[in-house]
């Protein structure tokens, strides 16, 4: 057996400050992965705004700019493996094992990419739907080890935010939020500095890089959501 190290094969950062990572790693041959990095979790909330970046998570899985059926039917009807986690100090997505061959969803990909960054809709219908969706996962959570937790963080975290700033919130915050809300928090942490993409897989950077640039990662204007 062989092992070798593939070292990062490009890393640039646009006039945007979107810094991106494109890596070429056969060792899934035939696949591409697809990564976005938030440098925003539950530690950037007010104490109005508790639950506001998981919420916005779910709603990223809704509609998009270039998925106006929502990004969860799209993914699901293509038979892609896709992951998102909102933590303390981020949150990611991604979608993993995605066909190289199938130049279409890789390009759409792509747009996935760009919409999480700068074009996730927001649409009330949908915030009512994922407060629900939230809501179950919050009483869910309400177990022994939940409750054990939060009572010790005040004296792990030296009574610091980190022991307040509960990822999911509270069930009554989590039906309190408007679209206006949570579009709010999106405008103002959802920026290209703050945000890196990586794409890893059996492919070529440079072609994925020239994608990126012509068509994908242009410059925008934060109030044209």
Request: proline share 4%; charged share 20%.
């Amino acid at each position: 057996a062989t092992t070798e190290i593939y070292t990062l094969s490009l890393h640039d950062a646009l006039p945007i400050w979107l810094t991106y990572y494109i890596l070429r790693d056969p060792s899934n041959a035939g696949e591409v992965n697809f990564y976005l990095y938030q440098n925003v979790g539950a530690i950037l909330e007010t104490n109005k705004q508790y639950g506001l970046a998981h919420f916005l998570e779910h709603m990223a899985f809704n509609a998009t700019e270039h998925f106006p059926h929502g990004v969860m039917t799209y993914l699901r009807d293509h038979s892609l493996v896709f992951n998102a986690q909102t933590g303390i100090n981020e949150t990611r997505f991604q979608v993993n094992n995605v066909p190289v061959a199938d130049s279409e969803v890789t390009a759409s990909m792509m747009l996935l990419l760009k919409d999480w960054c700068n074009g996730i809709k927001i649409l009330p219908k949908d915030v009512e739907k994922e407060a629900n969706i939230i809501s179950e996962e919050w009483r869910q959570s309400r177990n022994v080890n939940k409750r054990l937790t939060e009572a010790i963080a005040p004296y792990i975290y030296n009574h610091s935010d980190y022991a307040t700033h509960n990822v999911i919130g509270s069930e009554k915050q989590i039906h309190s939020y408007t679209a206006k809300d949570i579009k709010a928090f999106y405008q103002q942490w959802y920026r290209p500095e703050l945000q890196y993409v990586a794409i890893i897989g059996d492919i070529e950077p440079t072609e994925y890089e020239k994608i990126g640039r012509a068509h994908v990662w242009t410059p925008v204007t934060r109030s044209s959501r």
